[in-house]
């Protein structure tokens, strides 16, 4: 046969008769498949809408086919998990592509068209078996790395359960059984054959093996594995809608695609008023409250455990996994919608499902949003279920209960009286805007001083620090005094909706009285609830946090910092700041401007920063010992920076957020350690003083 006209025999060794059962078995597989999928459609379209405009899906195209054909979400953290990934994604596309090209050719070309030669021939033909056998090879070597990585390696965050060693093996025998196929028919046919079988490498090598023996024999071999090989393939088309784990070939893509979009750490309002008047749902109580992204999610998750690896409540030995609260999901969904019969009654997820020690151990520090590499939300969920918990069954911890009597009562979580918020500044030159306004007179700054900075003593400090360096710049602000009141985020996070709402608008329409070109910010969860979430209650502001405005004013030269502070100093990323915000390099930059300073970087640091353990409520919970997250995260600053002073110069640890003070202060007292926990702009204020020294907290 010319090299042009090359090709090969579809069903080789199989009669009409086999190839018609062949193509019967794959209408029921695909039946099955197709069966399975509408199923899955149905129960997500059974979910609450969700908006999603053309544009926000057309923006989110181009990145999202990047990263799910280079699989970066993967690797970006963990670089064999991401190999192998690639591996089996791309070998299992190539071979289906494959496959495609043949059904084309034979099925369309030969059958249909009646044509005896479609385009499966000569050059191409010859490159198609190449590239097959070179990715097929690839796709066994990607499940091999997958096998040995869960059962050799025995990577800590992954499950252990019975299907987990079923699928993949399922599919390297499909690719095994492939390449032993293969090689049987070339060693059958090879004086028949027409090209050089090493354009099929893998099955070339395979054929090796049946040198010598009689044709007829391997024909008869090449039969029952051909069938066995056929029935292994038809069989995880038709279970893989019905296998959760596996379901993610078909949503992960879709669910990248579909992300959300919104600003990271921004909680979406809800009608809070409506629902009370007509007795609808608040949050999650059951699965009928998850909208149809909810639902893809769960579908889209496969247990791979980077959320649960990355959650510092989970790592601190609370009961707490997003991965289980994922998984708890999705197994209440399949029961109350199963894919075969009828809907079941609907039963409340709380209790029935997921245990309340769960959802109230949470930081809300979304460590697990940025660990999912197909963008599943956790955080949302347990935020959802919370606002059910609080606002509809009135279920949640006791101290929660002094913060909401507080902020409702007088404007803070600490049940302060609103005539103290002023002590802090006593002896400075502080304004407030009211003072500013009966003057004429007008400022570039409203300095939100927040509930902690005005009322816990430590934090009081910070405060009075970042006034002397703004004084320092002479940068024109003012603060509201008893005017100011809890912007309402913790109430937020810890599910009491209405009351942070109350005090949004409260806030919006006294802040709308002054005349300001900035909000400046001490504390990152004020930082992102004003610059995220207040503009559901128009309230649009251009908010900085004081790391940041300190970075611009060393860059404008309204700074100078010539007091060397001789310390070794590691910077913890407050994660409403961090991984809420993006700003990393702000504060690190700052500390890299005053001189004498030794900066290492903690293991986990930026995006993989972990929690101080304040965030969510747990503010005002008290942690059992052992457990405390503020503890694990001490222990990480003491091996960045060692336990005590390292060659005459003191350890540092420095931080950009009140409650993140408080929480390693606490940490630090009770692991004993001889380091010292500073603000940012403690450190730069000490930094313009005529002193080398660095003054004790």
């Known amino acids: 046969m010319p090299e042009d006209r090359v090709t090969r025999e579809v069903f080789w060794n199989i009669s009409l008769v086999g190839e018609l059962a062949f193509y019967a078995l794959a209408l029921l597989a695909l039946g099955l498949f197709g069966y399975g999928v509408s199923r899955h459609l149905k ?323 979304m460590a697990c949003v940025e660990a999912c590499p197909v963008y599943i939300d956790p955080l949302g969920k347990i935020l959802e279920l919370r606002r059910s918990e609080v606002m509809i069954n009135d279920r949640y911890p006791d101290t929660f209960g002094d913060v909401f009597t507080g902020t409702q009562k007088r404007g803070n979580p600490w049940n302060q009286h609103p005539s103290s918020r002023l002590e802090w500044a006593k002896g400075l030159p502080v304004r407030t805007m009211a003072e500013i306004k009966e003057a004429g007179e007008t400022v570039q700054y409203l300095l939100w001083v927040g509930c902690s900075a005005a009322f816990d003593a430590r934090n009081q400090k910070i405060a009075r620090s970042l006034v002397e360096i703004l004084c320092k710049a002479g940068v024109s602000f003012g603060v509201l005094g008893e005017e100011e009141s809890c912007t309402g985020d913790p109430s937020r996070r810890m599910g009491h909706e209405y009351l942070y709402q109350m005090q949004a608008r409260t806030n919006v329409e006294t802040l709308n009285e002054y005349k300001f070109e900035r909000i400046l910010t001490l504390c990152p969860h004020c930082f992102n609830c004003f610059g995220k979430e207040y503009p559901d209650f128009g309230g649009r502001y251009t908010v900085v946090h004081h790391t940041q405005l300190i970075h611009e004013l060393l860059d404008q030269g309204r700074l100078r910092l010539s007091s060397p502070l001789k310390a070794r100093v590691t910077y913890h990323d407050s994660c409403y700041l961090g991984r809420h915000n993006g700003v990393f390099d702000a504060p690190r930059e700052v500390l890299k401007r005053i001189p004498g300073l030794e900066i290492v970087e903690m293991e986990q640091s930026r995006e993989n920063g972990m929690c101080c353990g304040a965030g969510g409520g747990l503010m005002w919970i008290e942690e059992e010992p052992g457990k405390r997250v503020n503890g694990r995260r001490v222990e990480q600053v003491q091996q960045a920076i060692g336990t005590g002073p390292a060659n005459g110069k003191p350890g540092i640890v420095a931080s950009a957020c009140p409650f993140c003070m408080t929480m390693m202060e606490d940490g630090l007292l009770s692991k004993k350690a001889d380091i010292q926990d500073k603000d940012i702009a403690e450190l730069v204020a000490e930094a313009m003083l005529a002193t080398s020294a660095t003054s004790s907290s």
């Open 43 to 365: 129960k997500v379209l059974r979910g609450k809408p969700v908006e999603l405009p053309w544009k926000v899906i057309r923006a989110s195209l181009t990145n999202s086919l990047a990263e799910i054909l280079s699989n970066r979400t993967i690797s970006r953290r963990h670089r064999l998990a991401g190999l192998m990934h690639l591996l089996i994604m791309w070998g299992f596309i190539t071979l289906f592509i494959g496959t495609l090209i043949v059904s084309i050719e034979y099925d369309l070309f030969q059958k249909l068209l009646k044509q005896r030669r479609g385009f499966w021939e000569g050059p191409f033909f010859l490159g198609y078996e190449l590239v097959l056998d070179t990715m097929g090879a690839v796709f066994v070597v990607g499940l091999v790395v997958a096998l040995l990585r869960r059962y050799g390696l025995k990577r800590a965050q992954l499950t252990w359960k019975r299907i987990d060693l079923l699928l993949p093996v399922w599919l390297l025998l499909i690719g095994i059984t492939g390449f032993v196929v293969e090689g049987m028919r070339l060693a059958a046919s090879a004086a028949e054959l027409g090209y050089a079988p090493y354009w099929s490498p893998v099955g070339f090598f395979f054929s090796k093996g049946w040198e010598g023996i009689d044709p007829q024999s391997i024909r008869t071999w090449h039969w029952y594995g051909w069938w066995f090989h056929g029935a292994l393939a038809l069989g995880w088309v038709a279970a893989l809608p019905f296998t959760p784990k596996v379901m993610h070939i078909l949503t992960a893509g879709v669910n990248v695609l579909l992300r959300d979009l919104r600003p990271k750490g921004r909680l979406a309002a809800v009608d809070v008023e409506a629902a009370f008047e007509k007795n609808t749902p608040l949050g999650l109580g059951t699965v009928e409250d998850l909208t149809r992204k909810d639902l893809l999610d769960l579908d889209s998750c496969t247990e791979c455990g980077r959320c649960e690896m990355s959650c510092p409540a989970h790592n601190s030995g609370k009961l707490l996994s997003p991965r289980n609260i994922v998984v708890k999901l999705r197994d209440q969904a399949d029961r109350e919608t199963p894919l075969f019969g009828k809907v079941n009654e609907r039963q409340p997820i709380m209790q029935t499902t997921i245990q309340a020690e769960e959802i109230w151990a949470c930081t809300t520090c």
